[in-house]
């Protein structure tokens, strides 16, 4: 039967697998044949399962001092967790700020003179349909320069922006001409606003011009009603008369125009705006009320004379802040000067007047406005922000001077001025054309304008340096559980783990252990990894005093640094590990890769022997199924052969009966 060592005497011939000319069960004996014949092969199957195991554990083993080195290699970066740098502000409404990695800790004194704003230009109101809700334009241009820059935008079907809002899209979406744009609704209609997308004065705009009739050429408002309770405000029947250039014009306000509130008469004089001069009005709403402007692109509106009510005058309006960023900004303490007629007057700003907001300011002008020279205030909203704009029916605002930040000067209406930043660090004043300024790898974020200095603090990053030395903990205590649970013995167990005993895992344990317990002497104190709060436990796993750890990191980070890193940043204790984790770890030399080199041969060896014996058991399969195949004929031939039999032996016998007695009767 081959090499297997099982015959036919010895299997299924005791009348219990077959009966008389029944014949064998061939495939039972068969397969009962080669089940025995298979237990000899578990001895290999079983190194085989033992050789896998090494190897997955290996391969983790590895994996883990891989993820270790990682660690190690982050703590020895010179740009990494221990030089990250931490920057705080005294006050963050005036100044935030980052620092770079790495340089020197210590505190800046910051004062911001002026905040950087860019320059934006606003049209004028324009119709939109009552029924799509757009604002047609025509074919057109709008024309300017940015820095000495041409620039051109053509307004035309091709470049499908033909509408307001298909305007702004198609300006925003193209970087390529300088200004992004937005479209302002109002009671009046939308309007179109250009800012430029470079701050500060180097992306002021300039010659500004548009064959639309958008009004983006930045013409100042020249006439102004008095203050109205809203835009809703029923306007007296009456006559405005002005002149323009020269020629005089009236508006008849009456019901039958249907122009009897102020909103309902800026849309009336912007309809008639061909036949009225070329005048244009808006409804500016302020904190205290709403008034109507008037404007005019071909000359200044002058003669005015008004029974309305409205008292239209020539606008002396004259002063308006630079652009902030809403109605709640804060501003700082200062004073604001200025003269109308003779007299001069300030305006005090003050956490004790309680007008530190760009609202609130407007609210205490309002409400002193006949100690102020008459002056009154409102807050615009523009594309850029909001700003405050102050009026004075008693003459033109004169001689303004502004210690707030909020950058007064002469009224400009729509087109609010690009202006650099100022900022004042340590005594030396930078003008930047951002809010952004960067002075010595510390990045200072400018929110507001402020009188007395901000304290920006450096120091160390501490949050950033514990979190790596914790990661660093965990990856070596990853590692170190790895190894324990192998070389954990289980007393009455059938198997202990794969690399109990395994000479590369042993070498693994002690290079570790040597590392961690690294010394150095002096360093400030900071001479083991029990001097920074990293404890050795018993089962030979690091623990962290999480308090111990962050007064190092906070009162002596040089020495922590130094005693990872060394001088050099390869000689202190990641270096150290460093090395010897890439030595652990070579995929050619290391122990780990030489270890498994050597199983995965073993592996290939038991392996080729489980399939040499699979292979021969097969044929011992079929030389056992054809051997007993034919007992089985045989078996089933059996009882023909013993009839045959019988009947030659009756036969024979009958033959040898009449032998006999013919022998008799002689």
Not at 212 to 218: A, D
Not at 256 to 283: H, K, P, R
Not at 513 to 523: E, L, S
Request: charged fraction near 10%.
């Amino acid at each position: 039967m081959g090499g297997f060592g099982t015959g036919i005497n010895a299997l299924y011939l005791n009348g219990s697998s077959f009966g008389m000319g029944q014949g064998l069960n061939v495939q039972s004996v068969v397969q009962s044949l080669t089940q025995a014949a298979q237990a000899s092969e578990s001895q290999y199957t079983d190194e085989q399962t033992l050789y896998n195991s090494q190897i997955s554990a290996l391969t983790n083993v590895n994996s883990l001092l891989t993820s270790f080195q990682i660690a190690t290699q982050t703590l020895q970066d010179p740009a990494g967790p221990l030089a990250a740098r931490d920057a705080t502000s005294s006050n963050t409404s005036v100044v935030t700020a980052t620092a770079a990695s790495g340089i020197s800790t210590g505190s800046y004194s910051v004062t911001v003179n002026r905040l950087a704003s860019s320059s934006t230009y606003i049209g004028v109101a324009q119709a939109v349909s009552s029924t799509t809700g757009q604002t047609a334009l025509a074919t057109g241009k709008i024309t300017y320069e940015i820095g000495g820059k041409p620039y051109e935008i053509d307004v035309n079907a091709a470049n499908n922006n033909m509408t307001l809002n298909s305007l702004a899209s198609y300006i925003s979406g193209n970087s390529n001409f300088g200004v992004t744009a937005s479209v302002i609704p109002g009671a009046n209609g939308a309007t179109l606003s250009l800012t430029s997308r470079t701050s500060g004065a180097a992306g002021e705009i300039t010659n500004m011009s548009d064959t639309l009739g958008l009004g983006l050429g930045g013409v100042p408002l020249s006439a102004a009603s008095s203050l109205q309770g809203s835009s809703t405000a029923a306007v007296n029947d009456g006559t405005i008369s002005y002149s323009v250039g020269g020629s005089t014009y009236s508006i008849d306000v009456s019901q039958g125009n249907d122009n009897e509130t102020l909103d309902a008469l800026a849309s009336y004089i912007n309809q008639n705006s061909t036949d009225l001069g070329g005048v244009t009005a808006s409804v500016v709403t302020g904190s205290s009320g709403s008034y109507l402007t008037l404007s005019s692109s071909t000359g200044a509106i002058a003669n005015i004379s008004d029974s309305t009510g409205l008292n239209l005058s020539a606008l002396q309006a004259s002063a308006t802040s630079s652009a902030q960023s809403s109605s709640a900004a804060t501003i700082a303490n200062g004073t604001i000067s200025y003269t109308i007629g003779s007299s001069k007057y300030q305006v005090k700003v003050s956490s004790a007047n309680s007008n530190n907001t760009l609202a609130d300011l407007a609210s205490y002008i309002n409400q002193n406005s006949a100690t102020l020279g008459g002056a009154t205030a409102s807050v615009l909203a523009g594309a850029s922000g909001s700003y405050l704009a102050l009026t004075s029916p008693e003459g033109e605002i004169t001689n303004i001077s502004d210690t707030t930040g909020l950058n007064f000067c002469g009224f400009q209406a729509e087109p609010v001025s690009g202006q650099d930043a100022s900022v004042t660090v340590n005594g030396v004043t930078v003008p930047e054309s951002s809010n952004t300024v960067a002075i010595n790898g510390v990045t200072f974020n400018l929110q507001g304008v402020s009188t007395s200095p901000v304290t920006v603090t450096v120091g160390q990053d501490v949050d950033q340096a514990a979190t790596a030395i914790n990661d660093f903990v965990s990856a070596y205590n990853a590692v170190a559980q790895a190894v324990n649970t192998q070389f954990t013995y289980t007393a009455g167990a059938s198997s202990q783990p794969p690399l109990f005993s395994d000479s590369s895992l042993q070498q693994v344990q002690s290079t570790l252990a040597a590392d961690i317990n690294y010394f150095i002497k002096g360093n400030n104190g900071i001479t083991s990894l029990a001097s920074l709060g990293v404890n050795l436990q018993q089962d030979g796993t690091l623990s962290v005093n999480s308090a111990a750890l962050t007064a190092a990191l906070s009162n002596n980070a040089t020495a922590v640094a130094n005693f990872f890193q060394g001088p050099d940043y390869t000689s202190g204790l990641a270096g150290q590990l460093y090395k010897d984790l890439g030595k652990l770890t070579d995929p050619t030399q290391g122990v780990i890769a030489l270890d498994e080199n050597g199983i995965n041969q073993e592996l290939q060896d038991v392996t080729q022997t489980i399939n040499e014996f699979n292979a021969n058991l097969l044929l011992q399969e079929q030389q056992w199924t054809m051997e007993y195949s034919q007992v089985n004929a045989t078996l089933q031939e059996l009882p023909l052969l013993i009839a045959q039999a019988s009947g030659q032996a009756s036969t024979v016998s009958s033959s040898s009966n009449s032998s006999s007695s013919s022998s008799s009767s002689k």
